[in-house]
Each structure stands twice: as C-alpha cells, then as structure tokens.
C-alpha cells in the first residue's frame, strides 16, 4: 500500500480498487456491457490474477473487486473464463465469487450445487488458497448452513490465511442479526478474536466494522434508539478501541493491507458518529478522496455524506471544536 500524504488530496469520489493502480488499469479494460467477452479481456483477468502469486491479502482484493464489478454488470466475462479453462483455479474462484456477489444483491444463489463444487475444486488444485473457503463461507450465509459447517469452512479459510480480511467480514455478516443471527453472536465473535488480532492485521477493523453496524442498526429504529445511539461509543473496551485506532490506523505505513482505505473510511465514520469530527480530520486527509459505498451511503449518497463530514472535520479543526 502506498505511503499515505498529508495533502487534501483528490475530490472525494468512489473507487471499487481503493488504492490499487494496476487493479484500476484491469477494471478500466474489462468490458461491462452484456454479450460475448472479448479474448483479450480473458487473457487480461487472468494475467493479472497469476501475476498476483500467493499474495493472499492483495489476491482476495483484487478477485473480490473485480468479481463485484462483473456481478453488477451484465458481463459474462466469468463464465467465458470458465469455460475456455474449466481446471483452473483462478477462473473456478472468480466464477464462484461472482456467483456470490449475484447472490448476495438478490439474496438467494443460482445453481448452488455447482458453486459449492467449483470451490472445492479450486481449493483441491490450489491446496494452500484461502480464498475458496472464503467464498463458501459467503455461500453459507445466503443457505444458511448449520454453525457446525460455518465453523469448519472458517477454520479452512483461516488456518491457510490466519487474519484474512474478507474471511472475517463474511463470518461477521452470516452472524448479524440481519441475516438470521444475533447480536449476542457477533458480540461473542469479537470477544473471542479481538484480543488475538495484531493492532495491523488485515481483519483490524472487524471490531469497528461490527459497532458501526450496530450504531446504524440503531439509528434506524428510530426514537429513543436513535437518539441514544451514540452512547455506544462512550467508555469500555470499544471506547478504548476507537481511541487505539485513531491514533494508530492513520499513521503512514502503520497498514499495509491491500484494503486499508476501506478500513479507514470506517475509522473516519466512526469517529464522526462518536462526536469526535475534529479526530476525524487527520483520517479524511490520509485517505486522499477515496470514498467507499458502506458505512457512507447508510443515510444518503455516500460521496456526499463523505464530503459532509469531511467538512465538518476541517472546521472543527481549525475552529478547535468537535461534533458528531
């Protein structure tokens, strides 16, 4: 990940490859129109995805944005891929996960069966890949799979990359009570992981991710839940959290994970939704204008929400006060 600047940096603006220069050459190249794919645009994806190694961190970014970009396109770039090299694990993993990215925008799979199947044989042809198990793992939270199966696919995914970002944030999801879990689950979640995870692992920010969630969660209710919403972040472990992570998360080179601005996006709405806009400020300016969709677009347009807070950042800096 490049070194972060002190500069105001660009206008704010959504960006699915985060700092990522050659994913954003990719994406630029890839066609998002319907019909036939183009040969070239194969050759491409999966030059890019070989060249990318065993980097296990950079690969899931990399197939994890370019499986939603094709999945909201009407692209059949994937199954263009699978078909010309039915036995490679690059092309098995991107099919798969374009499949759950389709699946997760209209909550339920197409051929689930084959999914499931094509996973397993990415992972048997790439025996040391987490990124297969990650992918059934998004499978299990749209079947619902009985926590039994959840726990072991997880144990797959993690014992290959211990602190795999996305392995995390799809085990949060299948736990939320929005998807047929509970709240006492994903507090037990983080009970459990919090104290093993480095202050810079990739997966840092599950614990911010699950209480920005949550804030929101409670903002929607309306009422007294709303108004009193904020109060989660004062005092105890997440209190302590937050402050860890506005002192650190920032810093340059403190992360080097191929998704840290999407982690400092959070970092920035959490410290807005506490009251704490002037802590905000040093974050907003690290992140140069990169705006991600979630957690900005919970109430609004997320580039202009972004921009709001942002703003509010910058005057209570230079006006010494804070603000939620």
């Given at each position: 990940m490049a070194l972060f600047s002190?500069?105001?940096?660009?206008?704010p603006h959504l960006a699915p490859a985060l700092d990522d220069v050659a994913l954003v050459r990719v994406l630029r190249q890839v066609s998002k129109r319907g019909g036939g794919v183009k040969s070239t645009e194969v050759n491409l994806v999966a030059a890019f995805l070989e060249e990318t190694g065993d980097?296990?961190?950079?690969?899931?970014?990399?197939?994890?944005?370019?499986?939603?970009?094709?999945?909201?396109?009407?692209s059949d770039l994937a199954s263009a891929w699978l078909t010309r090299e039915p036995k490679n694990p690059d092309a098995l993993v991107f099919h798969s996960w374009v499949g759950v990215m389709r699946g997760l925008r209209d909550r339920h799979l197409e051929d689930a069966a084959q999914l499931?199947?094509?996973?397993?044989?990415?992972?048997?042809?790439?025996?040391?890949?987490?990124?297969?198990w990650v992918a059934?793992?998004?499978?299990?939270?749209l079947e619902r799979y009985p926590q039994s199966e959840v726990n072991a696919i997880w144990r797959e995914a993690t014992g290959r990359d211990r602190w795999h970002r996305e392995a995390y944030l799809q085990m949060l999801a299948?736990?939320?009570?929005?998807?047929?879990?509970?709240?006492?689950a994903v507090l037990d979640f983080i009970d459990v992981v919090r104290a093993r995870i480095p202050a810079?692992?990739?997966?840092?920010?599950?614990?911010?991710?699950?209480?920005v969630r949550q804030?929101?969660?409670?903002?929607a209710q309306g009422g007294v839940r709303a108004m009193t919403a904020g109060q989660l972040w004062e005092g105890g472990q997440l209190a302590a959290s937050l402050e860890q992570a506005a002192s650190l998360w920032a810093k340059p080179g403190f992360f080097q994970h191929a998704a840290a601005q999407a982690d400092l996006n959070v970092l920035a709405y959490a410290l807005c939704a506490a009251g704490r806009a002037v802590d905000a400020n040093h974050v907003f300016e690290a992140l140069q204008g990169t705006v991600t969709?979630?957690?900005?677009?919970?109430?609004?347009?997320?580039?202009?929400?972004?921009e709001q807070h942002k703003a509010k950042a910058e005057r209570g800096r230079q006006g010494g006060v804070g603000g939620a």
């Open positions: 002190s500069r105001t940096g660009k206008r980097n296990w961190d950079r690969r899931s970014h990399r197939v994890t944005v370019l499986a939603g970009e094709t999945a909201e396109s009407k499931v199947t094509q996973c397993h044989r990415a992972a048997e042809l790439r025996p040391a890949d987490p990124l297969p059934l793992l998004g499978m299990a939270r299948h736990l939320s009570p929005e998807e047929g879990g509970s709240s006492a810079n692992a990739p997966c840092a920010a599950i614990e911010l991710t699950a209480a804030y929101q969660g409670l903002v969709p979630w957690p900005w677009n919970d109430d609004g347009p997320a580039v202009q929400r972004f």
